[in-house]
């Protein structure tokens, strides 16, 4: 990435207006914003997602209620077929068929965090993954 490069920034919608546009026959609409290095708004509103800028790095934004964490115990498989089983160790948390949900692999969590919340030790990762992305823009 360009250190003068501006950035994208996405606003993801919830999965209930994305079902509610499709219903309707009717493209969703991202709000978003292109920021400068120094962090400044550039400009930015409401747009399809085949409009946004598609030659900025980018930054998607998902509402925490869009998200979940489990902990579940992987099998001993690899590459592809770990990949196309993760769907499936946490479709008894969720409501949903398991083709529908986007599942990945995170590191073990430190002990003291098993059977707590997750959502302040992932808010923590995500604000000083944030602060490296704006102290590299710099």
């Known amino acids: 990435m360009n250190n003068n490069q501006p950035l994208l920034v996405i606003w993801w919608p919830k999965a209930l207006d994305q079902a509610r546009a499709e219903e309707e026959g009717r493209m969703i609409r991202l709000r978003y914003e292109v920021l400068a290095r120094s962090g400044d708004k550039l400009h930015g509103g409401e747009e399809a997602l085949n409009k946004l800028p598609k030659d900025l790095p980018c930054l998607v934004l998902v509402n925490p209620t869009e998200v979940g964490l489990f902990a ?21 948390y969720l409501l949903n068929e398991p083709e529908e949900n986007h599942v990945s692999l995170w590191p073990n969590l430190p002990n003291h965090l098993v059977g707590q919340s997750w959502l302040p030790c992932w808010e923590k990762h995500v604000h000083a993954a944030l602060s490296a992305a704006a102290h590299n823009r710099a």
Do not use: Q, Y
């Not at 579940?72 to 008894?92: C, I, Q, S």
């Open 72 to 92: 579940v115990v992987p099998p001993k498989l690899t590459g592809n077929k770990l990949k196309e089983a993760l769907p499936f160790l946490v479709e008894p």
